[in-house]
């Protein structure tokens, strides 16, 4: 299994531009989440979906996009990039979503200018 | 919505020494507390969890301990070694009772573990 995996690595975008952040697991898990990461901040949660076709809003979901057709791909957009969302982006995926263990991806860092 | 409070947020021990991260929540209804270490570079990866039925969890070197009266719970690692350095995050979420696994994290605490 190759886990969760997230595409790009590292992206520089301008003020404005769109993008999707790609996020897949092979596990088969219900529950998958996005997150970023600010210093000092911790992790917060943008959104998250309980299984295909069903999203939910997390503490910060503004200027953010997501849908989930199918169970093992869960995208994140960006409609209109800001320099506020200069973060690190982290996808995490979990069995049930029932309070059982959630698996992070490698990360996404965004720069945007 | 929930709080987490963690502290302290850079930690330095020597090796062999112990280390103890402690956190605080503000949602009575949480019920299951994991924590995460970092790596630099890297996502976070589970290390232990506790579940509000607990008060206490063994994993070798690593515990943790709850004291759900106080909403307070904390990770012992035991025997440090160099390989402990990393950023250690402590989480809260509802759980099966409600609120699915939408962690709330705290901030971070730096360990650095000298020779």
């Known amino acids: 299994n190759a886990g969760v995996t997230q595409t790009p690595k590292f992206q520089v975008l301008k003020t404005g531009q769109s993008m999707t952040l790609q996020c897949a697991q092979d596990?088969?898990?219900?529950?998958m989440s996005w997150y970023r990461q600010d210093p000092g901040m911790g992790l917060r949660l943008i959104h998250y979906?309980?299984?295909?076709?069903?999203?939910d809003q997390g503490e910060v979901p503004n200027g953010y996009n997501v849908s989930r057709s199918t169970t093992e791909d869960f995208p994140l957009r960006l409609l209109s990039a800001a320099p506020s969302q200069t973060s690190v982006y982290f996808c995490?995926?979990?069995?049930?979503?029932?309070?059982?263990?959630?698996?992070f991806g490698p990360g996404t860092r965004l720069t945007v200018t | 919505g929930e709080n987490v409070e963690q502290h302290p947020s850079t930690l330095s021990v020597q090796e062999g020494d112990s280390a103890v991260i402690k956190c605080t929540y503000s949602?009575?209804?949480?019920?299951?507390f994991p924590w995460y270490k970092q790596e630099l570079g890297k996502g976070p990866q589970l290390i232990i969890d506790?579940?509000?039925?607990?008060g206490e969890k063994k994993d070798q070197r690593i515990a943790v301990t709850l004291n759900k009266t106080a909403k307070h719970f904390s990770l012992h690692i035991t025997e440090t070694q160099p390989e402990d350095s990393a950023v250690y995050f402590c989480?809260?979420?509802?759980?099966?009772?409600?609120?699915?696994?939408?962690?709330?994290f705290g901030t971070g605490t730096q360990l650095k573990v000298e020779l």
């Open positions: 995490a995926s979990s069995y049930s979503g029932q309070g059982d263990e959630q698996y």
């Open positions: 596990m088969n898990h219900e529950y």
């Open positions: 979906s309980v299984g295909a076709g069903i999203t």
């Open positions: 949602d009575s209804a949480s019920n299951y």
């Open positions: 506790i579940r509000s039925n607990v």
């Open positions: 989480a809260a979420s509802r759980g099966i009772t409600g609120g699915g696994n939408k962690l709330t």
